[in-house]
Nanobody
Framework: QVQPVESGGGLVQPGGSLRLSCAAS????????MGWYRQAPGNQRELVAS???????YYADSVKGRFTISRDNAKNTVYLQMNSLKPEDTAVYYC?????????WGQGTQVTVSS
């Protein structure tokens, strides 16, 4: 069963940057929409960015202008470049398909923004 593996999280000061990666043992070229989600303690998981196979992109208002999603189908990898990080970006970040059925959720990668 496919399960994505996220990496690249860590502790960063406000205003800093991180680049997240997501890999899975499946050909991404056949996947129409891939997305990055996050879940902060006490909150529901939310979609922060998605990218279509065509290259069309969606961003949540809270990250627009600061985050950039990209995909490399040849490497079966999706990236999330996060700049100008804020404390409210602190969460566990996950990647997954956007259209049902989604894969089982991976472990995610913790992003903590704090001084």
């Amino acid at each position: 069963q496919v399960q994505p593996v996220e990496s690249g999280g860590g502790l960063v000061q406000p205003g800093g940057s991180l680049r997240l990666s997501c890999a899975a043992s499946v050909s991404f070229s056949s996947l129409y929409v891939m997305g990055w989600y996050r879940q902060a303690p006490g909150n529901q998981r939310e979609l922060v960015a998605s990218i279509l196979r065509t290259g069309n992109i969606y961003y949540a208002d809270s990250v627009k202008g600061r985050f950039t999603i990209s995909r490399d189908n040849a490497k079966n990898t999706v990236y999330l470049q996060m700049n100008s990080l804020k404390p409210e970006d602190t969460a566990v970040y996950y990647c997954n398909k956007v259209l049902a059925p989604v894969w089982p959720w991976g472990q995610g990668t913790q992003v903590t923004v704090s001084s």
